[in-house]
């Protein structure tokens, strides 16, 4: 009776060190996955914002294509990319960017779809987007465009009728 007692006390007790040393075990292994997957998260982020930026790369002379089949006028001499390409939420490629040397003025934003290798949606700054104006479109009203003019100062309106090639 002595004899299989103490032979269950030890089988207990072997029992109970091989579950603790398992749950031990399984603890660290946890501790190193949960670094490592941090880190799988960071060089994964980091390859597709490396994507991005190649992707962005190469859709530049698209953007300065389309940007140029905007440009009517001929207003456009210089077009600057922003270095800074971002994914947003939705997961597409932003750039940003600016027309003749002047990014306060005349900029704008290009969304580009990775998936399907186009050109998304592009905005434009106000006074950029106004040298996209096609006036033929209004010449059975001509009042549009002379109340358009109207809005600007002089200074300005002699501007805009340079960038639009109405004066020199």
């Given at each position: 009776?002595?004899?299989?007692?103490?032979?269950?006390?030890?089988?207990?007790?072997?029992?109970?060190?091989?579950?603790?040393?398992?749950?031990?075990?399984?603890?660290?292994?946890?501790?190193?996955?949960?670094?490592?997957?941090?880190?799988?998260?960071?060089?994964?982020?980091?390859?597709?914002?490396?994507?991005?930026?190649?992707?962005?790369?190469k859709m530049k002379p698209k953007i300065e294509?389309?940007?140029?089949?905007?440009?009517?006028?001929?207003?456009?001499?210089?077009?600057?990319?922003?270095?800074?390409?971002?994914?947003?939420?939705?997961?597409?490629?932003?750039?940003?960017?600016?027309?003749?040397?002047?990014?306060?003025?005349?900029?704008?934003?290009?969304?580009?779809?990775?998936?399907?290798?186009?050109?998304?949606?592009?905005?434009?700054?106000?006074?950029?987007?106004?040298?996209?104006?096609?006036?033929?479109?209004?010449?059975?009203?001509?009042?549009?465009?002379?109340?358009?003019?109207?809005?600007?100062?002089?200074?300005?309106?002699?501007?805009?009728?340079?960038?639009?090639?109405?004066?020199?």
């Amino acid at each position: 009776m002595k004899k299989t007692i103490k032979i269950l006390v030890v089988l207990i007790s072997i029992i109970v060190i091989a579950v603790i040393s398992l749950v031990i075990q399984q603890d660290k292994q946890k501790k190193s996955n949960d670094t490592g997957g941090e880190n799988f998260v960071q060089e994964k982020e980091k390859s597709d914002q490396e994507k991005a930026e190649e992707f962005a790369e190469k859709m530049k002379p698209k953007i300065e294509e389309d940007l140029h089949k905007m440009d009517i006028h001929n207003f456009i001499k210089t077009i600057t990319f922003e270095k800074k390409v971002t994914i947003n939420p939705m997961g597409d490629i932003v750039i940003n960017g600016y027309v003749n040397d002047e990014p306060e003025r005349f900029n704008f934003s290009a969304s580009l779809q990775y998936r399907s290798k186009k050109i998304g949606p592009m905005s434009y700054s106000e006074d950029l987007s106004d040298r996209f104006i096609d006036w033929d479109e209004y010449k059975d009203e001509p009042k549009v465009k002379e109340d358009y003019l109207k809005s600007f100062t002089e200074k300005e309106r002699e501007q805009y009728l340079r960038d639009i090639g109405e004066k020199e």
